[in-house]
């Protein structure tokens, strides 16, 4: 298990790795009290655990035995750490052609730290950030 305790302008973050054969467990929690970033840490480390467990109970009902779901060599074809990516929302709208200085107003109106836009300089799809920094970042295609 590998665990990072770091302080960046009042926030406390709190990363915890713990690599397990044929998948990894991964968490990080951002909170101005320490404390309560180990919680949250921990929440999310117990949430994957389960579901974890249930897929491994799930994949020994159907193969009929415990000694098919250990096995010495690990599986490459299939990725578990795919499992714990839920899509649960997709979203579609109209990209408005924007310079970037609009894309990181939009973006800060909306109160998110991401925005999606068409560029007007270039005709791409670009996407503005906000940095840990508390400076933006642009992210263009490379074609």
Same mark, same amino acid.
């Given at each position: 298990?590998?665990? @990072?305790?770091?302080?960046?302008?009042?926030?406390? @973050?709190?990363?915890? =790795?713990?690599?397990?054969? +044929? *998948?990894?467990?991964?968490?990080? $929690?951002?909170?101005?009290d320490?404390?309560?970033?180990?919680?949250?840490?921990?929440?999310?480390? #117990?949430?994957?655990?389960r579901?974890?467990?249930?897929?491994?109970?799930?994949?020994?009902?159907?193969? +009929? +035995?415990?000694?098919? *779901?250990?096995?010495?060599?690990?599986? =490459?074809?299939?990725?578990? #750490?795919?499992?714990? *990516?839920?899509?649960?929302r @997709?979203?579609?709208?109209?990209?408005?052609?924007?310079?970037? $200085? $609009?894309?990181?107003?939009q973006?800060?109106?909306?109160?998110?730290?991401?925005?999606? *836009?068409?560029?007007?300089? @270039?005709?791409?799809?670009?996407?503005?950030y906000?940095?840990?920094?508390?400076?933006?970042?642009?992210i263009?295609?490379?074609?």
């Open positions: 298990m590998n665990v @990072t305790l770091s302080v960046l302008k009042g926030m406390q @973050t709190v990363e915890v =790795t713990i690599p397990l054969p +044929g *998948f990894m467990l991964r968490a990080e $929690e951002k909170h101005t320490m404390y309560a970033s180990v919680d949250l840490v921990v929440d999310k480390l #117990e949430r994957q655990i579901k974890a467990k249930t897929k491994a109970n799930r994949k020994i009902r159907q193969e +009929g +035995g415990i000694k098919d *779901f250990f096995r010495i060599e690990p599986d =490459t074809s299939y990725s578990h #750490e795919d499992d714990y *990516f839920e899509l649960v @997709t979203k579609r709208f109209t990209l408005k052609p924007m310079d970037v $200085e $609009e894309a990181i107003l973006m800060n109106m909306v109160g998110h730290n991401f925005f999606v *836009f068409a560029n007007m300089d @270039t005709s791409q799809v670009n996407v503005v906000k940095r840990n920094d508390g400076k933006y970042g642009l263009e295609p490379a074609l």
